[in-house]
Structure formats: C-alpha cells, structure tokens
C-alpha cells in the first residue's frame, strides 16, 4: 500500500491556481500546507474556503498573520497595500481561524516523520531558507536533525527545491498562488511512502493567469503583482 501526500505552500488567495493543482494530482491521502494562504491574489475568502473544503492542514504563514492583525511591518510598498486590502476583506470570522493555525506541524505518515512550518525551524514564520547554494546543505541538514523528522517542509520563499540527506529530506513546494523561481506555472510536491520508502517529486501546473491577473486590477491591488504571476517573479 503506498501513502500519496500533496505538500503546498503558498496559495496566496489564488483559488484558481489551487484547483488546478488538486486537480494535477488526484486523489491523494492528505494535504500539507506550509502556510500563506492569503495576500497578494483577488479571493482571499474564496481560498480559505477551498483550504477548508479540502480538509487541507496547514501552518501558519506570515501574511496569514499579517493580513488578519492588518499590520504589514516592514513589507514593500505592493506588498503593504496588498496585506491593507486583503484585511479590509477578510471577516472576523476568517481571522481567527487564520491566527489560530499552528506555527508548526508534526504529522506522521506511515512511520515517516514530516515537520511542517512556514520559515525554518529556527524562525517558524518569518526566516527565508533559499534553495543551495544560497543556503549551504549543511545548514539544511542541521534542520533536519533538529526537528529530528524524515522530511522537513519549509515554504516562505516560493522557490521550490528538494535535497536529500542520509537523514531524510529537506523541502520547498514552492508556491500554489505566485511561483517566484521564473516559472509561472504552479508548483507542489508529492510525496509518497511505500513500505517505508520514501518519494518526493516536484511538479508544476499550468492555470489561467490571465483571469487572476484581471481581478487583481479590477479590484483596485497593484498592477504589478498581476505583472508577475505571467514572468514567475
């Protein structure tokens, strides 16, 4: 019998980019998401309710916490505008639940470990773990044996990689709703255990840019981040 888990991060408010990643990858036995389920993208209700719909278990990122406090310190001026307008979207109802995600995860997955956070282990939400050579192996690897799992999960950067290790593996999905690696389509991981093998495979998805990039103008969000999601920066 072989596990199937979809590893996200990074959705963003981005609906549309999500159902064609869930659709990519059929039917799986669960649903991780290294957090940021909103900002940036036009839906951020809509996301939080597909989030829920498809029982998806996510961590904490920072624009969850950011956009439901509605306290954008420190962002680039598109960025703070963006966390401002998705606040004055969300519902009191649609904050809490957001605040009270968890700024980590331990799930287990056939006898596999997998630790879920948005950042890193050292900084659950807020640090940025580029893929190598940015961020040297060994660093990696030290995060991997101190959450002391088979697989570690990080989101955050919206660059996707995957690096093994003796130990387990280390990984980004990179981003559902605005993939920065200068690839536009959607990306996410699947993870598969068998007989306690383990499996990790990156994949990307194409999804209709140009209806999220309309709605992102139309509803008054920065120009350019309807700009980006075509260039994947």
Same mark, same amino acid.
Not at 51 to 72: F, K, M
């Given at each position: 019998m072989t596990s199937r888990v979809l590893i996200l991060a990074d959705i963003h408010a981005n609906p549309i980019a999500l159902k064609a990643v869930l659709h990519d990858a059929g039917e799986v036995d669960r649903i991780l998401?290294? /957090?940021?389920?909103?900002?940036?993208?036009?839906?951020?209700?809509?996301?939080?309710?597909?989030?829920?719909?498809?029982?998806?278990?996510?961590?904490?990122?920072?624009?969850?916490?950011?956009?439901?406090? /509605?306290?954008?310190? /420190?962002?680039?001026?598109?960025?703070?505008?963006?966390?401002n307008w998705t606040h004055s979207q969300l519902t009191e109802e649609a904050r809490r639940p957001l605040l009270d995600l968890p700024e980590s995860l331990r799930v287990d997955v056939d006898g596999r470990v997998v630790f879920v956070c948005h950042g890193s282990p050292r900084d659950l939400i807020d640090e940025y773990v580029f893929p190598p050579p940015v961020t040297t192996r060994g660093l990696l690897r030290e995060f991997l044996r101190e959450v002391r799992s088979s697989v570690l999960v990080m989101g955050h950067t919206h660059v996707p990689f995957i690096e093994e290790f003796p130990e387990g593996w280390v990984v980004n999905p990179g981003s559902v709703g605005q993939p920065r690696d200068r690839n536009p389509r959607a990306s996410y991981v699947l993870l598969t255990v068998e007989d306690s093998r383990v499996g990790l495979t990156l994949h990307r998805v194409e999804y209709d840019v140009d209806e999220v990039a309309r709605r992102i103008i139309a509803v008054g969000l920065p120009r350019f981040l309807a700009q980006r999601l075509y260039l994947g920066i």
């Open positions: 998401c290294a /957090g940021d389920l909103v900002d940036y993208n036009p839906w951020p209700l809509e996301a939080i309710k597909m989030v829920e719909e498809n029982h998806i278990i996510s961590v904490i990122g920072n624009h969850d916490r950011d956009c439901a406090l /509605g306290s954008p310190i /420190g962002y680039n001026p598109y960025a703070e505008q963006s966390c």
